[in-house]
C-alpha cells in the first residue's frame, strides 16, 4: 500500500528532552511537510523540504529541527528550546510544492510531561 | 496577506439534515481550492479540489462550489450521516516558488441523531 506513515501515534517527553517524530512515505513524492495542530487553530507550517538534503523553514520552526537525507523520510526533532511543545503534529507530502494535493499521515499527538 | 478564513467555526446538525460551510480567501495568485475532511485525532484526507475555471464540483454527499470573482466557496454536505462528524478544511494554493498551502482553521461539524 502507497502512503505516509508517521510514529508513534503516541509520544511523551519530559521537560528539557529532545525527540524525534518520524515520517515515511512510499508514494515517490519530492516534498514533505510538517504541521503543527492546536486546539481551535489552523495547521501551522513547521518545515518543509522540496528535495533531498534540502529544506526551508516555515512559520513557527523555532525549537525545531529537521533532516532531508533520503527521499522517503522526514523526521522531525523538537527540541528543548520549544517552549510549548504539546501539540497534534501531522507530516505531509506532495508531488511538488506546487502539487495540488498533500497527503497526510495519521499524526502523532506529542504531550510533554 | 494571504487568509483563508471558514464559517461558521463549529456547527450542530440533526442526522439526515443538509448544512453548508463557508469558506473565503484573499489568496492571490489563486491556484487551486480544495477541501479535507479531518476526523478526530487523524490526517486530514482530500475530498474535492477546483481550479480558477470551476464552478461546481461533487463527492457523492458533498458538493463544493466555487466563485473566482468574490473569492469565496462553499462545502454542501447534503442528508447527513453521524460519520459525517468531524473538522473540515478549506485550502487554498497559491501560484508562487516554495510551498504554496495555506490552511483555514476548520469548521467542527458535530452530527446527532
Known amino acids: 500500500d502507497g502512503g505516509i506513515t508517521q510514529s508513534p501515534k503516541y509520544l511523551f517527553r519530559k521537560e528539557g528532552q529532545n525527540v524525534t517524530l518520524s515520517c515515511e512515505q512510499n508514494?515517490?513524492?519530492?516534498?514533505m511537510y510538517w504541521y503543527r495542530q492546536d486546539p481551535g487553530q489552523g495547521l501551522r507550517l513547521i518545515y518543509y523540504?522540496?528535495?533531498?538534503?534540502?529544506?526551508q523553514k516555515g512559520d513557527i520552526a523555532e525549537g525545531y529541527s529537521v533532516s532531508r537525507e533520503k527521499k522517503e523520510s522526514f523526521p522531525l526533532t523538537v527540541t528543548s528550546a520549544q517552549k510549548n511543545p504539546t501539540a497534534f503534529y501531522l507530516c505531509?507530502?506532495?508531488?511538488?510544492?506546487?502539487?495540488?494535493?498533500?497527503?497526510f499521515g495519521q499524526g502523532t499527538r506529542l504531550t510533554v510531561v | 496577506k494571504n487568509q483563508v478564513e471558514q464559517s461558521p467555526q463549529s456547527l450542530i446538525i440533526l442526522e439526515g439534515k443538509n448544512c453548508t460551510l463557508q469558506?473565503?480567501?484573499?489568496?492571490?495568485?489563486?491556484?487551486?481550492l480544495r477541501w479535507y475532511k479531518q476526523d478526530t485525532g487523524r490526517g486530514p484526507v482530500s475530498l474535492t479540489i477546483?481550479?480558477?475555471?470551476?464552478n461546481t464540483k461533487s463527492n457523492g454527499r458533498y458538493t463544493a462550489t466555487l466563485d473566482a470573482d468574490t473569492k469565496q466557496s462553499s462545502l454542501h454536505i447534503t442528508a447527513s450521516q453521524l460519520s459525517d462528524s468531524a473538522s473540515y478544511i478549506c485550502?487554498?494554493?497559491?501560484?508562487?516558488?516554495?510551498?504554496?498551502?495555506?490552511f483555514g482553521k476548520g469548521t467542527t461539524l458535530s452530527v446527532s441523531s
Open positions: 485550502v487554498v494554493s497559491k501560484e508562487q516558488a516554495g510551498t504554496a498551502l495555506i
Open positions: 508514494l515517490n513524492h519530492d516534498a
Open positions: 477546483m481550479t480558477f475555471s470551476e
Open positions: 469558506c473565503n480567501y484573499t489568496v492571490s495568485p489563486f491556484s487551486n
Open positions: 523540504s522540496q528535495i533531498v538534503n534540502d529544506f
Open positions: 505531509a507530502s506532495s508531488m511538488g510544492t506546487q502539487s495540488t494535493e498533500a497527503f
